[in-house]
């Protein structure tokens, strides 16, 4: 399973950005996609995530500023970003928990990372 995450950019304050993420691969499905974000020097903390019923958890800095969407049938989550802020500044990572059909066990992975900046 592979992912490509697109829609990094630079942006002002205030201004907002889309980003998107596309699982490829075959034999699997998946149970939940989501965003993390990463600074130099720091952690990767999660952003918002969603399972392929609906249910979506949001960091408390991001909530009501960002929305996180999916698209199961295409293997697509996008991460509405609104009303950015300089803060938000950092890489995104796309993760996706996923099981080959028929089995039981459980595999994360991540996609590239793509660079959001918020100028203020």
């Known amino acids: 399973v592979q992912l490509q995450a697109s829609g990094g950019g630079l942006v002002q304050a205030g201004g907002f950005l889309r980003l998107s993420c596309i699982a490829s691969?075959?034999?699997?499905?998946?149970?939940?996609m989501g965003w993390y974000r990463q600074t130099l020097g720091n952690q990767r903390d999660l952003v918002a995530s969603?399972?392929?019923?609906?249910?979506?958890n949001y960091a408390d800095a991001v909530a009501g500023r960002f929305l996180i969407s999916g698209d199961f049938t295409k293997k697509t989550v996008y991460l509405q970003m609104n009303t950015v802020k300089p803060e938000d500044t950092a890489a995104y990572y796309c993760?996706?928990?996923?099981?080959?059909?028929?089995?039981?066990?459980?595999?994360?992975?991540w996609g590239q990372g793509t660079q959001v900046t918020v100028s203020s």
């Open positions: 993760n996706v928990a996923w099981r080959y059909y028929g089995r039981t066990k459980i595999h994360n992975n």
């Open positions: 691969g075959s034999g699997f499905s998946i149970e939940n």
């Open positions: 969603i399972t392929t019923s609906g249910a979506t």
